[in-house]
């Protein structure tokens, strides 16, 4: 159905004081009211959950405080998982959202061109305990940025969006954040949040060519992803692009939050366009622990794919040939990757660090790098592969490649030497019969 050109003073088509409003289809559209174009939830017992459907140019026309183009939150919780929220304006703060301490959280959805005055295109955070989630959503050109608080005692996790087309994309000078595994390309600036010690936004994709500059953070550029993300889970383990089997990781000692991002394993997903393999036997993934325990240590396990080439390496009861590389730290950032490497040597073994062992049988082999150090955990990729090494030439036998044109011209050339040789041969055996 369609909820359509309605006015009020605070929630345009929809205010909820206690309850539940439910939204799984049709079209919330052209709804105006001073705060929440669209929807106010105003109470610790007023919910909205969204499923589906369009959430689309409403407004919020105060120009004094407030906004929400589309929702207002104080107290209440917004809860999304699918549809999609676009060309919401707010005179003030919020194009879409603006949440005064309540919650919200988005997963899975379109959030795209909303439009705030002050700040906050996306959602605005406003007073103490505001909490918000936003994961694995489509978040394109909103304006002037995508988040925004102006408040420090708010908490926001942002975690496997695709996000672009933003003059700033992630605005926080004040409050806490925890950003990693979202994939930024196309913005002007990342991220803005300078002095906020309470920032942390590590294991993030940048785009190819980014800089410091375009990043927005230089802790979270020296720590970013080397390729795009794929997949990514928080549950420690994640399924590989081609053979379906798991990577995983566990602590053996110590606690926190293990994240695997896997990059898939084209060409173009080699982590800091950095190749030394032959054959590539699993995704490229990276492992990285989010407040490790001081001394903690983990079990990292990469499957390897069930072709000969790549069993071959680990047949026999043991590991005949370690599958198990990763890539180099810096020496001048601990546990950052080391984005100026640009060969081979960018790719280590793993028993140069560490024990590593086969689990499992013929056709879904692991191999697995055992107590790893929390300090190898904060954004190391890891790939199992068989690994380029340079071939010995004996001057002797070396014959350099001809180009394809050369090489017709020297077949031919042979071939005329080889029908005048016969022609020689038969007339000279012609003037020696008797």
Same mark, same amino acid.
Request: aromatic share 6%.
């Given at each position: 159905g369609l909820i359509a050109g309605n006015e009020s003073y %605070? *929630?345009?088509?929809? /205010?909820?004081?206690?309850? @539940?409003? +439910?939204?799984? #289809? *049709? @079209?919330?559209?052209? &709804?105006t009211a001073n705060y929440g174009g669209a929807v106010y939830l105003?109470?610790?017992?007023?919910? /909205?959950?969204? !499923?589906?459907g369009i959430v689309a140019s409403n407004k919020a026309t105060t120009t004094t405080d407030y906004g929400g183009g589309a929702f207002y939150v104080t107290l209440g919780h917004y809860i999304g998982t699918g549809g999609e929220i676009r060309e919401n304006f707010s005179h003030y703060y919020g194009g879409a959202v603006s949440i005064a301490n309540g919650t919200a959280s988005f997963d899975g959805m379109s959030i795209i061109s909303n439009t705030a005055t002050i700040t906050g295109g996306?959602?605005?955070? %406003?007073?103490?305990?505001?909490?918000?989630?936003?994961?694995?959503?489509?978040? %394109?050109? &909103?304006v002037p940025n995508a988040v925004a608080s102006t408040n420090a005692d708010v908490d926001v996790f942002f975690e496997g969006n695709d996000v672009s087309y933003h003059a700033v994309a992630l605005h926080m000078p004040f409050g806490r954040m925890l950003a990693y595994a979202n994939n930024?390309?196309?913005?002007?600036?990342?991220?803005d949040a300078a002095g906020n010690g309470g920032f942390d936004g590590r294991h993030n994709w940048f785009g190819a060519g980014a800089t410091e500059v375009s990043a927005g953070d230089a802790d979270a550029f020296a720590f970013r992803l080397g390729a795009p993300r794929a997949d990514w889970s928080a549950s420690g383990s994640l399924a590989d692009s081609s053979s379906g089997r798991l990577a995983t990781i566990a602590a053996t000692s110590g606690t926190g939050t293990a994240i695997?991002?896997?990059?898939?394993?084209?060409? +173009?997903?080699?982590?800091?366009?950095? &190749?030394?393999? +032959?054959? %590539?036997? !699993?995704?490229y993934f990276d492992f990285y622990v989010i407040d490790g325990s001081? #001394?903690?240590?983990?079990?990292? !396990?990469?499957?390897?794919?069930?072709?000969?080439?790549?069993?071959? *390496?680990?047949?026999?009861?043991?590991?005949?040939? +370690?599958?198990l590389y990763k890539f180099v730290t810096s020496s001048t950032v601990p546990g950052a990757p080391d984005t100026s490497c640009s060969s081979a040597d960018c790719w280590e073994l793993w028993s140069d660090f560490g024990t590593i062992s086969r689990s499992g049988t013929a056709g879904s082999y692991n191999l697995t790098a055992e107590d790893v150090p929390l300090a190898e955990?904060? #954004? @190391?990729?890891?790939?199992? *592969?068989?690994? !380029?090494?340079?071939?010995?030439?004996?001057l002797s036998t070396f014959a350099p490649e001809v180009p394809a044109g050369s090489a017709l011209i020297a077949l031919t050339a042979i071939a005329a030497l080889l029908l005048l040789l016969t022609v020689v041969t038969l007339y000279t055996q012609r003037r020696i019969l008797p």
């Open positions: %605070r *929630g345009g088509a929809v /205010m909820v004081q206690t309850g @539940t409003f +439910n939204f799984s #289809g *049709g @079209t919330l559209e052209s &709804n105003n109470n610790e017992t007023a919910y /909205m959950y969204q !499923s589906g996306l959602i605005h955070l %406003r007073d103490n305990g505001a909490v918000v989630t936003i994961t694995n959503n489509i978040i %394109r050109g &909103n930024f390309e196309n913005n002007t600036v990342a991220i695997i991002i896997s990059h898939g394993r084209d060409a +173009n997903d080699e982590p800091f366009a950095t &190749n030394a393999f +032959n054959l %590539r036997c !699993s995704d001081p #001394g903690s240590t983990w079990d990292i !396990s990469v499957p390897v794919d069930d072709t000969v080439s790549c069993e071959s *390496g680990v047949a026999g009861g043991t590991v005949a040939t +370690n599958l955990l904060l #954004g @190391t990729p890891f790939v199992a *592969g068989l690994r !380029s090494t340079p071939t010995a030439i004996s």
